[in-house]
């Protein structure tokens, strides 16, 4: 999605807001909650919700409470309340559906010391938060110096500055704990402002900073994905997918949120699928079960003797051995119970109202200059012979 501000320049490339994702519509902004309630009216007597959902840089959301009964709509740039001083943010979410989002995150509706909104962001306001806003890469350029310098294993991934420019949260990943108590020193004698550190996951590092996934499009945890499930390699052997971990792991390091998506389809699927170590007893030896197709519902057995010849067996006829193998019956072979796998000829090309043949330039090209020169003799020899 993009703003209204994302137009086109004049070579035809996208231009592109350059907010930084604050833009007043917030139609370029991480993790945007559609209001689906906007258009209804409150039944007569009921007052509406006096908490707002805001939005601050990258994906970092919190919950506000409008005790000044401010008007206020999505997209208004507005003052919050801070530890010390005030935050700026955007409105991202008002009405009813913010306290359905509160009780997901689990955070009480009815909790009298939230933060509260003091008012609609003046000009000034904006202005000191963009200056700030500009001055992040350079900042976070020059700590991860500092940090270089007094040999710090530790990753500063991202600087956000608070809305009236007092402070600065610097957000690092490590995977030891570590001692940064002389870098605070540093940074705060460099920049002259309060330093704030907080260490969060390689996850949340991707969460923040965004970008392009294997599958071409935008990360889930920085456009929609708001929780973190687990994600173990047993999500990767149901689905019956290679066990590469370049493949399954994604621009974080760990294993890839969208294993979990199909999963419970899987486990749905494999309830009445005979499992990989399922061994079929024949009079002419006992059987392996090698691959199994939950979506054709077949499974390949081989021979204990013969490993390499592969038979294929529908799910039905592989529960019917079983049976059989239960009561202590053995069948004859396997060969018995195959599915017979019809293959259809593609027609690869077709030549359909006067299409040239595929192979029209592998011909050699005929030389008609020679052509026309033999014509020319065969026709002299001709009024010869008539003379």
Known sequence: MGCSSCSTGKDGQPRGCKNNGTCGTDGCNKLTVFDWLSNMSLPNGQKPF????????????????????????????????????????????TGELV?????????????????????????????IWQKCRDKEAEIQKRSREIAISLNLQMKLSDVEFQGDGSKATFYYTAEDR????????????AFSIRIEMRQIGYRQEAQRLGGIGSCGRELC??????????????????????????????????????????????????????????????????????????????????YKNDPSNWYALSKERVQEIIEKNKKKESVASLE????????????????VVGQDSLNRFDRPKKNKKRNHNKKRRRNKQNAHKKS
């Open 178 to 189: 570590v001692d940064f108590r002389q870098l605070i020193k540093d940074m705060a004698k």
């Open 50 to 93: 006096d908490c707002v959902e805001v939005r601050f840089k990258n994906s970092r959301k919190e919950f506000f409470r409008n005790s000044e009964g401010l008007s206020l709509a999505i997209g208004d740039v507005v003052a919050t309340q801070a530890k010390s001083g005030h935050d700026v943010g955007i409105v991202t979410l």
């Open 221 to 302: 945890c920085s456009t929609w994905l708001h929780d973190f499930r687990s994600v173990s390699t047993s999500s990767a052997r149901y689905q019956q997918l290679a066990l590469n971990p370049q493949k399954l792991a994604g621009q974080c390091g760990k294993l890839k949120c969208c294993l979990n998506y199909e999963l419970d389809m899987y486990l749905d699927a494999l309830k009445d699928f005979p499992g990989q170590d399922t061994k079929l007893h024949t009079e002419k030896g006992v059987a392996f079960c090698q691959k199994s197709d939950i979506f054709k519902e077949t499974l390949w057995f081989s």
């Open 336 to 351: 018995q119970y195959v599915v017979e796998t019809v293959t259809e000829e593609k027609m690869v090309f077709e030549n």
């Open 99 to 127: 306290k359905v989002q509160m009780k997901r995150k689990k955070v009480d509706p009815t909790d009298q010391d939230l933060p509260k909104v003091y008012r609609k962001a003046s000009q000034r306001d904006i202005d």
